[in-house]
């Protein structure tokens, strides 16, 4: 099944022959996790630790089919405070911080490729916070050495780097450009100073396009740009008008998030005033509008928030069903084990989920009693196997084979899910998917609801827990 680009109208987004209409919106969207994980990481428990974690990790020493390493670093400085930020961040203006942090990054890195062994072959690798580029050029390069020394990066590797627009000027991209780093996403929300001033985060246009064009320059292959949605003061119109600039800039591709308004969980968002919110009708035109601008421009559909040009290595990965999803989001490399290093950095190998503690006083003080700083984890089952790789092919938008989900896990998948199936005919129903005896697929209508379908699959779901997931508009 194909799913491709789509035609517009004033309250519909169509991909060829389907119309998504504002009243199909209404009626399935509802409130669900993204699924960078299944389980989700709300469902990570205490018992789990890092004895369970070295088990894992040593369990892949002398493999014959280990799967290549993903690696990912949480570097959580920043300058000033972001107030829509909901990531585990520490501001300071005290850049001595990062030293400390560094060496202990050192420490956890090092003992983590002692368990692995010497075949550490390295596709991937994400450097986020915070904001990584609070590191001036030696921790970077110091940084940078040290994973080179323990992980074997791949020819083919992807290497990339989350950047603060307000952090970087032409001298930091070509170091970054230089260290190997090839891909490079773009905090930008939204271009509109009354929507900046309300977010705390100024950054003109001319700034972000100075960057973005550096980066070009320094010959960085695909550049990301975030957006985010349902800020305080934002309207249609100067969301239109922000729209109009992000396409001058052309990136490979686009984020565009949903602003999630929690500030019980996030203090950082106690200092926006709701009343600046747009309401739940606006942002569902804002949403709409985005979409149909960024199809008419010419960008792909991914799923969820993202979208990509024809040519990038996503959509081809879409195209060619080689699309997966990870802890950042969409993903063109399949299944790998992922190691996380940093204070809240999580990571995925073989049938195992790990959660780093959140705070830099406990990440030290592990580090200095010479313990991985493993706060939580999971260790999947059968069953969570299984759903996972349901749920994950799903949200990929791929057609789901039974035959062959009865050959990897031994199930007749009618009647082990018996149930989900049931409970799925209201999308088929409603024309977001389709199904006979040999499978099921998501429908071009389907591809934007693809959570609440997955959603159908989580036996975790209805079970207490202390996320609150957010809405899809
Ligand atoms: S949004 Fe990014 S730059 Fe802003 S406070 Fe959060 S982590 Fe820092």
Known sequence: MSAPNAAVSDNTVSFPDIEISEALIRRFDSSGPRYTSYPTADRFNAEFDQNDYLGYLSSRVGASNNPLLSVYVHLPFCESLCYFCACNKIITQDHERSAEYLRYLDKEIALVADQLGPDRKTGQLHLGGGTPTFL????????????????????????????????????TLNMLSGLGFNRTSFGVQDFDPDVQAAVNRIQPLAMVEAALNASRQAGFESVNIDLIYGLPKQTLA????????????????????????????????????????PSAEERLQIFLMSMRRLLEAGYVYIGLDHF?????????????????????????RAEYDMVGFGVSAIGKVGRSYSASVRSLKAYYQYLDEGRLPIERGYKLTDDDVLRRQIIMTLMCSMPLDFQAIRQEHGIDFSSYFDAELKRLAQFEEAGMLVRDENGLCITPKGRLFVRAIGMVFDKFLGRPTVSTYSKLI
């Open 238 to 277: 100067s969301f239109d008008h922000t729209l109009d600039k992000v396409l001058r800039l052309s990136p490979d591709r686009i984020a565009l998030y949903n602003y999630a308004h929690l500030p019980s969980r996030f203090k950082a968002q106690r200092l926006i005033k709701a009343a600046d919110l």
């Open 136 to 171: 001036n050029t030696a921790e970077l390069t110091h940084l940078m050495d040290t994973l080179r020394r323990h992980f074997e990066f791949t020819p083919d590797a992807e290497l990339g780097v989350e950047i603060d627009p307000r952090t970087v000027n032409d001298k």
């Open 308 to 332: 990509a040009k024809p040519d990038d290595e996503l959509n081809k990965a879409r195209l060619d069903k080689s699309l997966h999803r990870n802890f950042q989001g969409y993903t063109t």
